[in-house]
């Protein structure tokens, strides 16, 4: 009922930037909490930024500073701009919405991942 379909994932040098983008389309009524989490090889996924429907954002206090999250309701799109890269920020990140259906029912979807490769 829902795609989420992520880009924007890629291999980069210390110190530089990437940006993720995480669009959905199907029988969206609303998007709630629209947010990025990553996984880390050997590690748990963990939260990087959510960002409400009313703009207010969190982030995970190893990417504050370097991180913003921001989102285009009219596209149903979240972004991910990531700045001073770091290595340990190497891994699969996720997208995950919070959506709720035409029908009224409320599902968190998760995108398909994109693997974001920091070389030192």
């Known amino acids: 009922q829902v795609h989420l379909v992520e880009s924007g994932g890629g291999l980069v040098q210390a110190g530089g930037s990437l940006r993720l983008s995480c669009a959905a389309s199907?029988?969206?009524?609303?998007?709630?909490?629209m947010g990025w989490y990553r996984q880390a090889p050997g590690k748990q996924r963990e939260l990087v930024a959510t960002i409400t429907s009313g703009g207010n954002t969190d982030y995970a206090d190893s990417v504050k500073g370097r991180f913003t999250v921001s989102r285009d309701n009219a596209k149903n799109t979240v972004y991910l701009q990531m700045n001073s890269l770091k290595p340990e920020d190497t891994a699969v990140y996720y997208c995950?919405?919070?959506?709720?259906?035409?029908?009224?029912?409320?599902?968190?979807?998760w995108g398909q991942g994109t693997q974001v490769t920091v070389s030192s």
């Open positions: 199907g029988s969206i009524f609303s998007i709630n909490t």
């Open positions: 995950n919405l919070d959506v709720r259906l035409i029908s009224g029912a409320v599902i968190h979807y």
